[in-house]
């Protein structure tokens, strides 16, 4: 169907159009009043809001209601280890950071190591290879500036002597019905990928029972991971804890202009492993929104929309609103000429990479330290 | 259907067939052949499978071959807490204490806790409360005499962080499509006991993981259990470790003659944790072959196959043959009356309950020392 577009956990198919995904996944926007409330909050606003990088959410004015009353709230986010760390992994991370920074939140983070093993045909990927991708992961995570005192990662293999107890539960209130008409689960998906979501959402409410009480929980992630907790949040509800409030992330573009980067495409993705003479050649590469030829692109200008260098600048290199206007602009009238703007990215993300793998070298040895088991 | 009956481990209905339930399943008689195998190689035959209460298998001929090539085989069996732990429960612990100790076996049991508290929906069957139950059958299986250095214990939701990642692996065999067949699971059925039996297969492997060159497995089990094992043993033989052989043991009838006691209902059963006063009360209930009266059974005689009582002697309380065949014998000609039998019974029970107890007394604090966590 023309302009039809799927989202889910497995896929993102079509050109996304959040306004409808919104109506579809029953979230709200996050408006002008919301992010009033969090910069009064938080002392600021991230560029991430701001751009409505995170566009939508579940329950943050009650989040920000209950930070007003003195109860703070906890961040849990995650990453499920496949191919390697991209930049498109940032947004949710790079959020959970600024938050945890601005509201002194303490941050969980699940490496679900079990989801791909579970999903993917590939033989090669065993566990043992996921277990060492997952671990890549955590340093890449730990990388982004996260307090290594309110910090904690884990495996759910790792960790399941904690989580499996309270999935069980939550398990209890998901039938293969509920799992079928949320992630379109056949007959013939096993039964771990049936389980694995009840093992998600126990960091929602691990708090809570640790504490004894109540404690807020709020969940960046990318749009694409919402149906776990539309699923979960109801069962988190009838067993007596907060349902998480969540921020919801656009998806950044892949190279070629598809619509969500994926790191099982490596010409599409940049990862964070990426030596600096392959990010140039990929960004190189790039799609961009502007015409054929550069006297067409001066005459005609582009659209800042279609091109990945804008939107990689806009999602992750160009914090600064001014100069990433001047970049759209630019685009738009037909006075940046697409080698320009390719190499200066190309820079902005090796600058980045440089920087981000001086972090990873510091805190190698440290990792240890933030691992829940 | 006159005749019918069904054997699943969530209920047994009708009269079962042992006959027609080997065809059904799929499972070997133990043959006289078998028998004189296990006597030569154990020193003795256990009274339990001379009376063809363990009366078939999978893969025995098989684990007999490797154990006389000198490869050492470990026992696994359990029992799911529900509603405390009955002498019912007991042929398939008495069992595997016998194979320890003539093979000198490790020996492994779980504690599947998660099990029941997924499948009731008795909203008071909390967690916790199965807990509770899960700790007082672990002391009741530890007192029939197994070997504290050579045998582990554990409840699923405390060893998860080892079971977890184990399960996982099998889980990938496992479709929806499989456990529906197997189970009758519908759509309805709640997607932690889709996953349990992924849980529960693993101890029949983990020996070999632990130890990374394949040990052979036995399991001695009741037969409504044997469907777990038929699902799991192909998932288990394509991850390449040896498929568990397993005794199956027929049901010990309920008090009023219903083909499983089941801990559920307490008319029917007798607890291992009741008082001298109340096993005399429920034996006297018991439903025995005989006749209305002394007089008609003096002339007709009764039917051991349909006496609780005569059962009871059989499966657990008569290990001589001579006695058990002089009281199947006063069943069936008569000169046995209903009041005697049942008194002799009760005393017998009452004995058993009463050394039980005091083993009980003696070994409450150190299961510690024999749970894995």
Known sequence: MPGDFSVTPYDVEGQVDYGRLEERFGIQPIDNRLMERIKKDAGELHYMIRRKIFFA???????????????????????APSGGMTIAHLPSFVMAQWLQERFDAEVLI????????????????????????????????????????????????????????????????????????????????????????????????????????????????????DVHFRVARNAIEKMGYYKPAIMHAKFMPGLKGNPKMSSSDPDNTIYL???????????????????????????????????????????????????????????????????????DLAKKINRFLEEHRKKKEHLKDKLDGVMLK
């Open 57 to 79: 959410n579940r329950d943050m004015n009650w989040l920000l209601d209950e930070y007003e009353k003195g109860n703070r709230f906890y961040i849990y986010t995650g990453i």
């Open 273 to 343: 492993d990426d030596a600096p003479e392959v990010v140039a050649k990929k960004v190189n590469k790039a799609i961009t929104g502007q015409q054929a030829t550069a006297e067409l692109q001066k005459k005609y200008g582009g659209d800042p929309e279609k091109c990945a260098v804008c939107q990689y600048n806009k999602f992750l290199f160009e914090p600064d609103d001014n100069k990433l206007e001047k970049i759209f602009k630019g685009e738009r009238d037909g006075t940046l000429l697409a080698g320009d703007h390719k190499v």
């Open 110 to 225: 699940e490496i679900p190591d079990e989801e791909k093993f579970l999903a993917k045909r590939d033989p090669k990927l065993t566990l043992e290879k996921v277990h060492e991708l997952a671990y890549a992961d955590a340093l890449n995570i730990m990388a982004l500036g996260f307090d290594t005192k309110k910090t904690r990662l884990f495996l759910n293999t790792e960790y399941a002597g904690k989580l499996y107890k309270h999935a069980v539960r939550v398990a209890k209130y998901i039938t293969y019905s509920i799992t079928k008409d949320a992630y379109g689960f056949t007959n013939e998906t096993n039964v771990g990928t049936l389980f694995y979501p009840s093992m998600q959402a126990v960091p929602a409410f691990i708090k809570s029972v640790e504490a004894g009480r109540n404690i807020p929980c709020v969940i960046p992630l990318g749009v694409d991971q």
